[in-house]
């Protein structure tokens, strides 16, 4: 008779954590600043939209950079992922005359892949 394995009791969940709700443990990657906020995978954008998914996107920036980024993220008790957020919607807002040209351009054509 062969006995049904039991996953109730599993030795290796002692080592899974479940999410960690209030964003208060240091990952290492940068200043532990005990921010709440966003914690439902809700981002508020300048706009009035809200944005429930985001995408991941690797950047590669010199030592230096990060540094002192991490010092003004710190300084503005925010994380620098935020920082680098919020730095690139500034820049979008500021680019109006670009977006408007591309559509202008692009009018009708297929979106570039996301």
Request: a positive charge; aromatic letters at 6%; hydrophobic letters at 25%.
């Amino acid at each position: 008779m062969i006995k049904k394995k039991s996953f109730t009791s599993n030795p290796a969940l002692a080592y899974i954590s479940t999410p960690d709700t209030d964003n208060t443990q240091d990952t290492g990657n940068t200043h532990n600043t005990g921010n709440t906020h966003n914690t439902d995978n809700t981002y508020n954008t300048h706009d009035t939209d809200l944005e429930t998914k985001s995408k991941r996107l690797n950047l590669l920036v010199q030592p230096s950079v990060l540094e002192q980024l991490k010092k003004v993220a710190y300084m503005k008790q925010t994380s620098a992922n935020d920082l680098i957020n919020t730095i690139v919607k500034d820049y979008i807002a500021a680019q109006t005359e670009a977006i408007e040209e591309y559509g202008r351009i692009f009018k009708g054509r297929k979106e570039p892949k996301k």
